[in-house]
């Protein structure tokens, strides 16, 4: 059973359109965390989010938005599509401040 | 603010041994990790060491970590082609939830 699991695996999409990523976790984490890659490989923190506390990358734009309906699920809202949007998308979840576990992407194209 | 070094680049032959490095600008680290990224594919936990821990080995990998220095280094024995990937290093920060910062990564070439 995969353990962190984001759907779609692919996504591609018009500029201007609005579109979510699902991310769900059956370990029991009680934190959930979004990261993007880019073409080049570099990765960086989005969001990060337990019960209590969303913490949200300054760079990040405010057209990306994290929900979270339960514990196992964050979910990420893109409105406004741009191309600069398109990358990798790597969910992961962990026990407040231990290993993160990490989802198997979703890949992400703006046209 | 944060940094987290790498070489972006590395090639060994089969059945050597290779070596990555990273250093990392926070003291305050808590866990240290290392990553792999297959062409296509998510990312796998390698492995991980706590800050106050100086050598970790699990079965072909040993990590080591040099606190003064602020540096870290994977060690993979017998390298095997299947070994080809990206290897990432990451620092989790405290007080942050534990976000992780990553460094560029190192693409390992294994040649037969």
């Known amino acids: 059973d995969t353990a962190v699991s984001q759907t779609p695996k692919y996504l591609v999409t018009q500029m201007g359109n609005d579109k979510s990523i699902k991310c769900e976790q059956n370990l029991g984490h009680d934190t959930m965390y979004w990261y993007k890659q880019d073409s080049k490989k570099f990765l960086k923190i989005m969001f990060s989010?337990?019960?209590?506390?969303?913490?949200i990358n300054e760079t990040v734009p405010n057209r990306f938005s994290p929900k979270s309906p339960d514990k196992a699920h964050l979910n990420l809202h893109i409105n406004s599509l741009e191309l600069g949007d398109s990358a990798v998308y790597f969910c992961?979840?962990?026990?407040?401040?231990?290993?993160?576990?990490f989802g198997p992407g979703t890949r992400l194209l703006v046209l | 603010g944060e940094d987290v070094e790498q070489s972006l680049f590395l090639s060994v032959r089969e059945g050597d041994s290779s070596v990555i490095n990273c250093t990392y600008t926070?003291?305050?680290?808590?866990?240290l990790y290392w990553y792999k990224q297959e062409p296509g594919a998510g990312l796998q936990l390698l492995t991980y060491?706590?800050?106050?821990?100086d050598m970790k080995q699990d079965q072909r990998l040993t990590v080591l970590l040099n606190k003064k220095d602020k540096h870290l280094s994977l060690r993979i024995a017998d390298t095997q082609t299947g070994d080809s990937a990206i290897y990432f290093c990451a620092e989790s920060m405290r007080g942050s939830q534990g976000n992780l910062i990553f460094g560029k990564g190192t693409k390992l070439s294994v040649k037969p």
């Open positions: 926070d003291s305050s680290s808590t866990y």
């Open positions: 992961a979840s962990s026990r407040l401040g231990e290993t993160q576990y």
């Open positions: 989010y337990n019960n209590k506390e969303l913490i």
């Open positions: 060491i706590f800050s106050n821990m």
